[in-house]
């Protein structure tokens, strides 16, 4: 079946530190990658995404790439911000599940003056 | 663009009561998604509507929770009768829903947080 697997957190890193939050998949297709962020108070919202191997998302200064020979999507930031305070998903969506999303169980990312 | 608007806020019962959550999706939406998010977990897919019709509905308790998607449009999520365990943020979910689109970004509403004592 299809599932994600998160590193757990929580995450405390002092500001512009380099950020790494591991992400494997396990699925049945050739499914399309997500990463998603949930900010205090608010819902999830996308942050960045791929939809084939090799592919890399990246936005916010955040980039993740597809790999397929290790089913990993790892979230990396160089220079974190306390903006970037936040609960981070890892997700895929898999069209042989008529596009059902699978999300991780979430780490939460604390960024410190 | 208006987001996916959901209501309520918050909400606080007793067991054994009766609840219901609205979501109103962005506009031309065809799929509509009902998440459970209990604390500290990834959300969790209650059911899946395209359109007015079901599309996956396997980990929805149909014995406590039923949701309906008149019209195609807004949706509605029912416990009844609720248990401690039902506790969680409730996420409403919409994307476009063309078909064959694998790489379809999920919008989200902002949850109602539920309390079951």
Redesign the interface.
Known sequence: GNS?T?MEGPVTLSEEAFLTINCTYTATG???LFW?VQYP??????LL?A?KADDKGSNKGFEATYRKETTSFHLEKGSVQVSDSAVY?C?L???N?????Y????TSLTVIP | EAGVAQSPRYKIIEKRQSVAFWCNPISGHATLYWYQQILGQGPKLLIQFQNNGVVDDSQLPKDRFSAERLKGVDSTLKIQPAKLEDSAVYLCASSLGRSGGTNEKLFFGSGTQLSVL
Do not use: H, I, R
């Not at chain 1, 599940?97 to 999303?101: A, D, E, K, P």
């Open positions: 994600v998160q050739y499914p399309s998603y108070g608010e819902g999830l919202q996308l995404k939809t998903f997700a969506s898999d069209s599940t008529g596009n059902q999303f999300f991780g169980t979430g």
